[in-house]
C-alpha cells in the first residue's frame, strides 16, 4: 500500500509543473473575443494607441479589432483617430467631426480609427463575446458609411 501512495506521490509531484502552461480563466476568455471576432469578418492586432501631438498614451493591454474596409470605395478614405475623454470623443490631430457609429460605441471603447484599409476601435476587451458582437455591428455600421 506503501508503495502505490509513493507512486502517486510521484507522478503527482511530476504532474504539478505542467498545471503552469494551462491557460487562466482571462486567457480563455481573450481566446474565445478574437475567434470570435475572426469568424465574423474582424480582425485582431497590436496597434499603438492614437495620441494627441506625438505624446504617448500608455494605457495596457490595448488591442485594435478592426473591420478591412474594401479596396472599391466611392471616395478615398481620410486617415483620422478619435479619443475618449472623460467629456466625450475628440479627433486626434485635426479637429474633425466624431462618426456617428463612433458615438454610439460603449464606454469600455478607448479610441476609434479609420485609415485606407481599416476602420476599427482599440479596447481592453473587457466585455466579452457580447463586447465583441456591439463593435461588430458598430464597424458594419461604419463600414457602409465610408464605403458609399
Not at 119 to 145: D, K, M, N
Request: charged share 20%.
Amino acid at each position: 500500500m506503501l508503495t502505490y501512495l509513493l507512486i502517486v506521490f510521484v507522478i503527482a509531484l511530476a504532474l504539478v509543473p505542467l498545471t503552469h502552461f494551462l491557460p487562466s480563466k482571462r486567457q480563455r476568455d481573450i481566446a474565445r473575443m478574437r475567434e470570435y471576432a475572426a469568424v465574423h469578418g474582424l480582425f485582431v492586432e497590436f496597434r499603438n494607441l492614437p495620441a494627441a501631438g506625438g505624446e504617448q498614451v500608455s494605457i495596457r493591454d490595448v488591442i485594435y479589432y478592426g473591420k478591412r474596409l474594401p479596396n472599391k470605395r466611392a471616395n478615398p478614405v481620410e486617415t483620422s483617430a478619435w479619443l475618449r475623454s472623460p467629456q466625450g470623443w475628440h479627433s486626434v490631430g485635426r479637429r474633425l467631426p466624431v462618426p456617428a457609429p463612433v458615438q454610439d460605441l460603449s464606454p469600455d471603447i478607448i479610441a476609434a480609427s479609420v485609415d485606407q484599409s481599416s476602420c476599427g476601435v482599440y479596447w481592453t476587451e473587457s466585455s466579452g463575446v457580447a463586447g465583441v458582437e456591439h463593435i461588430r455591428q458598430i464597424l458594419e455600421r461604419w463600414c457602409e458609411a465610408l464605403i458609399h
